[in-house]
């Protein structure tokens, strides 16, 4: 509750912007809605979604792809 995973994220998209890279993707699953919610507030965009395993076919149990595109920093 005091900010620490928004300020590490908005370190690592820095990070990645200042060494050139065009774009942060990760995965997150659907149970996590706190990490859904904190990256969707920091410019990630949900791009995708796929299944772990057959058994979390079987259960509905889905994991979600994000992308942030950095652009080129100016």
């Known amino acids: 509750g005091r900010?620490?995973?928004r300020a590490l994220c908005r370190e690592v998209l820095g990070f990645a912007?200042?060494?050139?890279?065009g774009a942060v993707v990760l995965s997150t699953s659907m149970v996590q809605?706190?990490?859904q919610r904190l990256y969707e507030g920091q410019?990630?965009?949900r791009v995708g979604t796929s299944y772990p395993?057959?058994?979390g076919t079987v259960?509905?149990?889905?994991?979600f792809?994000?992308?942030?595109?950095?652009?080129?920093g100016t």
């Open 65 to 72: 792809h994000y992308r942030c595109e950095l652009g080129d």
């Open 53 to 55: 395993s057959l058994l």
């Open 33 to 35: 809605v706190a990490a």
């Open 17 to 21: 912007r200042a060494r050139g890279y």
């Open 3 to 5: 900010g620490l995973a």
């Open 43 to 45: 410019g990630f965009r």
């Open 59 to 63: 259960l509905n149990f889905q994991i």
